[in-house]
């Protein structure tokens, strides 16, 4: 048995597999520490995207805006939880694009609407890749269950199951891209909400305000 950490986070595992693949970590969105979200200068994309994630955790959901509409409510609206460089940083054109997708109307008539929602949850090590932890085979794994971390930014439940929904505000543009680099995250969430709501995850979206569309 191969002795790996106790506690993971879902970007660690999500980075780890990026760079077994000789990938850059450039890509990965990283929420900062507490401390640091309110440095000023000129936002690097990493700060960029945690001020949409922040927007978006606080937006309203009870119907779609237009550019005009999300425009008044970043300057009226988010003095509370975004600084002002964070406030320049946001485009509302991205946020009324948003609000003009097919999954933002299921969002809002959805009603059943979670943010933010912290994971926390035990994996079987040996139903993954076992390079992510460390080890050589997956046989190393063998009865190990460490737990692993992670804010899933939304999701939404319907009659017959969750529509799970990631953020991003990568700078690349390929879709499959978005799609290798953040599959393992979002499976994970998918495996922990399934069993904390007792019910299937029965789509995995990727919404990039980049590509102003879902993946």
């Known amino acids: 048995?191969?002795?790996?950490?106790?506690?993971?986070?879902?970007?660690?595992?999500?980075?780890?597999?990026?760079?077994?693949?000789?990938?850059?970590?450039?890509?990965?969105?990283?929420?900062?520490?507490?401390?640091?979200?309110?440095?000023?200068?000129?936002?690097?994309?990493?700060?960029?995207g945690d001020a949409y994630h922040k927007l978006m955790e606080h937006i309203p959901f009870d119907r779609a805006m237009t550019i005009d509409e999300a425009q008044q409510y970043i300057i009226n609206e988010t003095s509370d939880f975004l600084s002002d460089a964070e406030r320049d940083c946001i485009d509302a054109k991205d946020i009324a694009r948003f609000f003009e997708s097919d999954i933002a109307t299921r969002l809002i008539n959805s009603g059943k609407v979670y943010r933010e929602h912290p994971i926390f949850h035990k994996l079987t090590a040996q139903n993954f890749d076992a390079e992510l932890f460390g080890a050589d085979k997956n046989t190393d794994l063998s009865g190990a269950e460490p737990y692993v971390q992670g804010i899933a930014d939304l999701f939404f439940i319907e009659d017959d199951g969750i529509v799970l929904i990631d953020y991003k505000s990568d700078r690349f543009t390929d879709e499959q891209q978005y799609i290798e680099d953040y599959k393992l995250q979002l499976d994970i969430y998918e495996e922990a909400l399934a069993q904390e709501f007792s019910m299937p995850v029965k789509q995995k979206l990727i919404y990039s305000f980049r590509l102003g569309k879902t993946i």
Do not use: C, V
Not at 3 to 9: G, V
Not at 29 to 40: A, H, T
């Open 1 to 48: 048995l191969t002795r790996i950490a106790a506690r993971y986070t879902a970007t660690e595992l999500a980075s780890n597999r990026r760079k077994l693949s000789g990938k850059d970590d450039f890509g990965l969105y990283i929420k900062l520490p507490s401390f640091m979200e309110n440095m000023g200068g000129k936002l690097s994309g990493k700060r960029r």
